[in-house]
């Protein structure tokens, strides 16, 4: 008898791109609940391309015509950038991002502030009991980050699946210092 395994349980295997429907479920279903919890609100607009999410510190949009597995990512990912946007202990760790003209200084600013966003989003999977999908989790931010840079570098948004990374070091979590939420000015994923 031959015993089918899914994608994700293989060792080695790509996770990112694969995670099986009723994971993504129950990943989706604890996240909105938790980012609701800490104040924000979730949405589903049809946004401009190449637009996957947008977030002002008030609210997170996402495009519904993103796959399922993408939005779970886009939520748990613009999650930590709006905490980043409006806790005042972080108010500070901004200024590298927004104020540089040094090209190699605003890319490592811009790669601190992509992890840090991530270091928010792994530890509300993980006050909502989700700790099984931190590689997922942790292949989905490299390749993001991969992504980014690409953009930033060559000045054009690659295709997703050249930036694909897996077996990645793990997201480290990072607690989520007080929020007071405020409108800021629109950022948004592509």
Known sequence: MEVKMDGHQLVGSRLV???????LVHLWSHITSAVIKYGFVIEYADLEPP?????????????????FEMQC???????????????????????????????EHFLQALRDYEFEAAQYGIQLMHEVGIDSLDQWYSDFVETD??????????????QWDTCVAT???????L?????????VEVRFAF
Do not use: M
């Not at 637009?51 to 796959?67: A, E, N, W, Y």
């Not at 999650?79 to 040094?102: C, E, I, M, R, Y």
């Not at 077996?167 to 979590?173: M, V």
């Open 145 to 158: 980050w991969r992504y980014v840079r690409h953009y930033y570098v060559e000045g054009e948004i690659p």
């Open 73 to 103: 990512f886009i939520l748990l990912h613009l999650f930590g950038h709006s905490v980043q946007w409006v806790a005042p202990s972080l108010a500070g760790k901004l200024t590298n991002l927004t104020s540089t003209t040094d090209r």
């Open 17 to 23: 791109g694969n995670l099986p429907g009723p994971e």
């Open 167 to 173: 077996q990645c070091s793990i997201i480290e979590p």
């Open 51 to 67: 637009r996957t999410g947008t977030f002002d510190g008030l609210k997170i949009v996402i495009d519904p015509d993103v796959g």
């Open 175 to 183: 607690a989520i210092p007080p929020l007071q939420h405020q409108q």
